[in-house]
């Protein structure tokens, strides 16, 4: 088996394919979601990562790897005068 097909097995098996619809509304997620809880840690940790970023009060270059499906690159390149590369295998 390729690198994709066996990833995608995996994500398929562990519950993390999402629609469109529930991409883009990460990293909200429907409560009753089995991921839910693991979700509202990632979203703690992105509102601290923005705040944390905003603060520097400057321009941003951001890069990303590993970033999946790019759920967090999305948010991140909405900081003022940013720039986010986002990279990932599967992508």
């Known amino acids: 088996m390729n690198f994709p097909a066996a990833y995608a097995a ?30 509202r840690l990632r979203k703690t940790s992105l509102v601290r990562l923005m705040g944390h970023l905003r603060g ?16 967090m690159s999305h948010h991140l390149s909405h900081l003022p005068h940013s720039e986010v590369i986002a990279v990932d295998r599967t992508a």
Request: one cysteine or more; glycine letters at 8%; a negative charge.
């Open 10 to 39: 995996i994500r398929e098996a562990e519950g993390r394919n999402y629609s469109l619809e529930q991409v883009r509304k990460l990293p909200n997620i429907a409560p009753d979601h089995p991921l839910a809880a693991e979700w």
């Open 56 to 71: 520097l009060n400057q321009p941003q270059r951001l890069l990303d790897l590993g970033c999946g499906i790019g759920w």
